[in-house]
C-alpha cells in the first residue's frame, strides 16, 4: 500500500524495476509537491513518470484490454498539464507550452501503441513485418529480464551483524542483480539499435513502440503564414488553456471555466441532443437552440483570444477530450434567431495535431502515377448497409474536373439502386444505360468497388487523391451496432413480420462475430463492396476472408506498405465519423448508464479503451501519420444529400485548377456557400433549413 509520499520514495530509492509501480509513486510524489506549491519539483516527478510510460516496451502478448492498459494514465497526463501551466503562468518559459501540447499528443499515441499491440499487425513489406518482429521479441524480452530481475531483502542487508547465511544469501542476491543488470543493458542496447533502425525507415510508425510525442513551436512558428493562427486546447478540472502561436508570437490565455461544463456542453448538448442526426434540424426553434449551445461555447474558445487573431484569416485548431467531437467552424459569433453568423463566415477553419506539422511543412516528393482513385455506393451482401446513390453524384463532379483535364482517374461504383429499407440484399441494378443518362460524365462503366479492387490498384498505382464515397464506422460503432442496434432491429421485425429469421440481419451479425470480433479502435472501418453481389439465405454462417470482406478496416490500411501513400497528399473520408473514435451513440452511454441502461455494451466500450472524451483512434489520424497533407474527416452521421452538396462544391472549387485553392479554403468555401443560399435564399434539404449545421459542419479538413 502507497499510504504517504514517503512509501513512494523508498521505493524509488530502492532501484525497482516495477516500472508501472514506479510511474505511480511518481505521480503521486509530483502531486504532493504541487499542491504545496513546489512547481519545479512536481514537474520534475511528472516528467519522470511520463518518460516511464511512454519508454515502456509494449509486447503484443501483454496487451490483453486496452482499458486496462490505459489505466490511471488520462489522470497522469491531465495533471503534469496543470502544472506546466502553472509553471509557464509563473516563467512565462515558452518550453511548458511545447510540453502541453505534447503531453496531450503522447496521450493519444499511447492508445495508438496499445491498439497497435491488440491487432497483431501484419505488415505487407516483407523487411518492414521482419524489423517489427525482431523488435517485439527483442522487447518481450527486455521485459521479462526487467521483471525477473532479484529483489534484495532490505530488512536483512540492513541488520547490524546478518548470519553468515545471510550474508552469503545476500551475496548471491547482490551478484544475480549484477548480472541481470548486465542482461537487462544489453538486451536494451539491442533493441535501441533495432528501434533506431525503425524510427529512421518507418517514422510515421514510430509510436508503435515508443509513444513520446515532440513539439517543436520554432518549426510551428515557421510554418504559419502572415495570416494564420494555431489555437491548442487544453482543458483541465478547474480552468481551460488556450494557446495562440503565429509565425512572430506566442501567447498563453487561461480561462475560467471547468472541464466539466465544457464537456457537458458538447457530449450533451452539441453530439447528443443538437447536432448529430436530421431530426434534430426540424425547425427554426431546433436551430435557434443549437445556435445559442453554439454561442455560448464561442463566449468560451474564440472570444477570450479575439485580440490575438483579428488580424487573421486561417485558423488551425488543435483540441482533444470532447473538443475534438466539436466543428470549430460552427461556432456562432451571433445568434440572430434563425439566422446565426457562424465562425467560417469570418474564417478558414482546419484542423490539425502539432506533431504533424513537419510532415505538412515537407513536400511529397514522389510523383503520382494517376490523379485519383475513388470509390461510391457500395454494397456488401455479407453486412447490409444502405445504398448511397448521392455517393455517385459526388465523384462524378472530381471525375469530370480531373478528366477533363486528361488526368487518369480509376472510380469503383456499385450500380445498385436505392432499397426497400435499411437491409435489402436484393437491390435492383442500375443498368448500363441507365447509368450513362445519368452519369455522361462517365466516359466509361466503373468498377465495382470491392476490397480487393482497391488494394490491387493501391498496389499498382501512386494516386495523387483517394476518395472515398461510402460508409464509414468507428469501432465504437462496431461494438454498439452488434451488440444492440442489429439484435434490436431483428426482434423488431421478427415480431413485425411473423418471422423467425431475418437473414440479412442474421447474416450480417455472423459476420461482425467472425471478421470485427476484439474490442479494439483499429476496427474502425471504411464500407466497401463484397466480391459476391447475389446474396443466398442458406450460406448465413459462412466465412469471408478478412482481406476480402469488403471491410477496409484501419489495421489494414496501417499494414499497407508506406510506398503506397509516397504520392498521396489529399485523401477524402466522405463517410459517418471517419474523424473520430466514439460517435454520438457511444458518447450518450456515459448518460445512459447513469439510468441503468446499456450497462454490459458500456462496460465492452471501456474494455475497449473508451476514455469518454478522449479521442484517440481514427481513420483522419492513420492517413496523417502517413504524411498525407490533406485529410478531409468527419464528426458524425454525414447526410448522403447534403454531403453529396457539400463534396460537390468542395470538388468545383478544389479540383478546377483555374481557382488556384488549397484544400482548406475550397472546403470552407464549399460550407459557406450552403450557409449563403440558405440565409439568402431559402436554401433546404427536405423540409430542413440548411442552415442547420448537422448538414454543412459535418466534417473538416485536417492538416495544411
Known sequence: MLGSAVE?????????????????????????????????????????????????YNSLSAVQALGEFMAGKEDLYSEAQEVCSALYEKTNDEKYIALNMAYADTLRNEVQKASAGLSSLKFQDKEKQAL???????????????????????????????????????QYVDNEIKTQKARVAALGND???????????????????????????????????????????????????????????????????????????????????????????RSDRDLENVAHKLHILYGYLIDPVKDLIKDKNRLYIVSDGFLAQLPF??????????????LVEKYEIAYLRPSFVSNFASQK???????????????????????LEGTIKEISKPYKLLTENNKAVDVGIELKKAGKGSFDPWLEKISNDEFSRAYPEFKEL???PTEKWVKEHLAKYKYETLYFATHGMPASDVVISSTKTYP?????LKKKLNFDSIPPFERSINFYGENLYGANPFNGFVYLSSENQNFNPKELNKKIDEQDDGILQIKEIANLPDSVFSATKNVILSACNTAVTYNPGALKMDFDVKEGEDKEIESMLRKQGWIPGADQVSLVDLFMRRGVQNVYGTFWFADDEASSDLMSDFSSNFFDPSNHMDAVSAFNAAQRK???????DGKKYGSYSAMHPFFWAVGGMFGK
Not at 17 to 39: M, T, V
Not at 132 to 159: I, R
Open 674 to 680: 450552403i450557409v449563403s443560399a440558405a440565409k439568402n
Open 191 to 281: 533493441y535501441q539499435k533495432v528501434f533506431d533502425e525503425w524510427k529512421k525507415k518507418y517514422p510515421g510508425d514510430s509510436l508503435y513502440f515508443d509513444s513520446s510525442s515532440r513539439v517543436d513551436i520554432a518549426s510551428i512558428k515557421k510554418s504559419l503564414s502572415d495570416g494564420q493562427a494555431m489555437l491548442q486546447y487544453v482543458t483541465l478540472p478547474e480552468k481551460m488553456l488556450i494557446t495562440v502561436i503565429s509565425n512572430n508570437r506566442v501567447s498563453c490565455v487561461s480561462v475560467d471555466v471547468k472541464k466539466k461544463v465544457i464537456d457537458d456542453l458538447i457530449k450533451k448538448d452539441i453530439a447528443i441532443d443538437y447536432i448529430n442526426r436530421r431530426d434534430n434540424a
Open 488 to 492: 434490436k432491429q431483428i426482434d423488431r
Open 329 to 342: 467552424s460552427a461556432l456562432v459569433t451571433e445568434e440572430n434567431g434563425a439566422k446565426p453568423t457562424y
Open 365 to 387: 516528393k514522389g510523383k503520382p502515377d494517376k490523379a485519383m482513385l475513388a470509390v461510391a455506393n457500395p454494397h456488401n451482401i455479407d453486412f447490409q448497409m444502405i445504398t
Open 446 to 448: 466503373p468498377n465495382s
Open 8 to 56: 513512494p520514495r523508498e521505493i524509488i530509492g530502492r532501484g525497482s524495476w516495477d516500472f508501472p509501480l514506479i510511474w505511480s509513486c511518481h505521480q503521486i510524489l509530483g502531486k504532493a509537491e504541487y499542491r504545496k506549491g513546489n512547481l519545479e519539483k512536481a514537474f520534475d516527478h511528472y516528467d519522470k513518470a511520463i518518460g516511464i510510460v511512454t519508454g515502456m
Open 132 to 170: 517489427f518482429e525482431k523488435l517485439n521479441k527483442l522487447g518481450k524480452a527486455l521485459a521479462q529480464a526487467e521483471n525477473a530481475m532479484p529483489v534484495k531483502d532490505d530488512s536483512a542487508a540492513n541488520a547490524k551483524k546478518p548470519s553468515s547465511e545471510v550474508a552469503t544469501r545476500l
